[in-house]
């Protein structure tokens, strides 16, 4: 007789989207999603540090293959900076590394130095990041005191508002909401806002609420997630991000093999391609006349 046990049936493709809680690493969610949805086939979207809280976009089997792109759109933070010291993560979690009393800051000089790093900016990514420098996160070089040379990149900071202003003494605690987009580290907004007013910043506490559409309104935490995992179908995350084409059942058969389709004008960037039935076939991209799968989901 046999002992085999039964394949488990895998869960539906699609998106979670968690609310992180402080002192977990991105991949820690991970892990635990995989127990939770029953799955090897996880994945997230743009790394949260493990102080910040808040929205991350978590793929599940088939939507893994999202995320890369998923990780491109604009986000949404509420951040508290601290003026008057400065680590060497620039944020909450580095050692103390000089301090400066931001007593004197008039709120005046505050808002033109947050007006400053408003719009389209350079800006050099914290010592203590994720960037690769010849083939090792500067991270890792920095925690074993090497001096990391990190160049400057250019990112876009949509919004930067101050929300609250609260003096401690030499220190000046000031609340705001930030939409950037990707690639932008609020630490780094914090250290240079602080250099460039004197004093020295750091980052005391981060909030992610929003990555694209996906906002706190739509976040669970592992709790609720452990008793209830709810999956955002693959196919409503895909058109609630990018433009949609519909196909004809023929076309459907041509893009489910990597065929391509002529260009429609619908823009730059992933394009979802549903059948006549609704179904999510793939993500395409206009090259000229004609389009490039990107990602296919039907076999």
Same mark, same amino acid.
């Given at each position: 007789?046999?002992?085999?046990?039964?394949?488990?049936?895998?869960?539906?493709?699609?998106?979670?989207?968690?609310?992180?809680?402080?002192?977990?690493? +991105?991949?820690?969610?991970?892990?635990?999603?995989?127990?939770?949805?029953?799955?090897?086939?996880?994945?997230?979207?743009?790394?949260?540090?493990?102080?910040?809280?808040?929205?991350?976009?978590?793929?599940?089997?088939?939507?893994?293959?999202?995320?890369?792109?998923?990780?491109?759109?604009?986000?949404?933070?509420?951040?508290?900076?601290?003026?008057?010291?400065?680590?060497?993560?620039?944020?909450?979690?580095?050692?103390?590394?000089?301090?400066?009393?931001?007593?004197?800051?008039?709120?005046?000089?505050?808002?033109?130095?947050?007006?400053?790093?408003?719009?389209?900016?350079?800006?050099?990514?914290?010592?203590?990041?994720?960037?690769?420098?010849?083939?090792?996160?500067?991270?890792?070089?920095?925690?074993?005191?090497?001096?990391?040379?990190?160049? +400057?990149?250019?990112?876009?900071?949509?919004?930067?508002?101050?929300?609250?202003?609260?003096?401690?003494?030499?220190?000046?605690?000031?609340?705001?909401?930030?939409?950037?987009?990707?690639?932008?580290?609020?630490?780094?907004?914090?250290?240079?806002?602080?250099?460039?007013?004197?004093?020295?910043? !750091?980052?005391?506490?981060?909030?992610?609420?929003?990555?694209?559409?996906?906002?706190?309104?739509?976040?669970?935490?592992?709790?609720?997630?452990?008793?209830?995992?709810?999956?955002?179908?693959?196919?409503?995350?895909?058109?609630?991000?990018?433009?949609?084409?519909?196909?004809?059942?023929?076309?459907?058969?041509?893009?489910? !093999?990597?065929?391509?389709?002529? +260009?429609?004008?619908?823009?730059?960037?992933?394009?979802?391609?549903?059948?006549?039935?609704?179904?999510?076939?793939?993500?395409?991209?206009?090259?000229?006349?004609?389009?490039?799968?990107?990602?296919?989901?039907?076999?």
């Amino acid at each position: 007789m046999s002992t085999a046990r039964p394949k488990r049936t895998p869960p539906p493709s699609g998106l979670i989207i968690v609310d992180k809680p402080a002192g977990w690493t +991105s991949h820690d969610v991970v892990a635990k999603l995989r127990g939770i949805a029953g799955t090897r086939k996880v994945g997230h979207a743009g790394t949260l540090d493990p102080m910040a809280t808040g929205v991350l976009v978590v793929g599940v089997e088939k939507a893994t293959r999202l995320l890369g792109h998923l990780a491109l759109t604009q986000k949404g933070y509420d951040a508290t900076i601290r003026l008057g010291q400065s680590t060497n993560t620039d944020d909450a979690e580095g050692e103390l590394v000089a301090t400066a009393s931001a007593a004197y800051v008039a709120e005046e000089d505050l808002r033109k130095g947050v007006a400053a790093l408003t719009g389209p900016i350079m800006q050099v990514p914290p010592q203590v990041s994720a960037i690769k420098v010849n083939g090792e996160r500067a991270y890792k070089r920095a925690r074993a005191g090497e001096e990391v040379e990190l160049m +400057s990149r250019p990112v876009t900071v949509s919004a930067f508002e101050i929300t609250d202003i609260r003096r401690h003494g030499d220190f000046l605690d000031v609340d705001a909401s930030v939409t950037c987009s990707s690639g932008t580290y609020i630490r780094a907004l914090a250290r240079d806002l602080g250099a460039d007013l004197g004093t020295g910043g !750091h980052l005391t506490a981060l909030r992610r609420t929003r990555v694209g559409p996906y906002d706190l309104s739509m976040a669970r935490t592992l709790e609720e997630l452990s008793a209830d995992c709810v999956i955002l179908p693959m196919a409503d995350a895909v058109a609630a991000v990018f433009p949609r084409r519909d196909v004809t059942a023929e076309e459907a058969s041509s893009v489910a !093999h990597g065929g391509r389709l002529p +260009s429609l004008g619908l823009g730059d960037g992933p394009i979802g391609v549903f059948g006549p039935d609704g179904t999510l076939l793939a993500l395409v991209e206009e090259h000229g006349k004609i389009t490039k799968s990107l990602a296919v989901f039907v076999s």
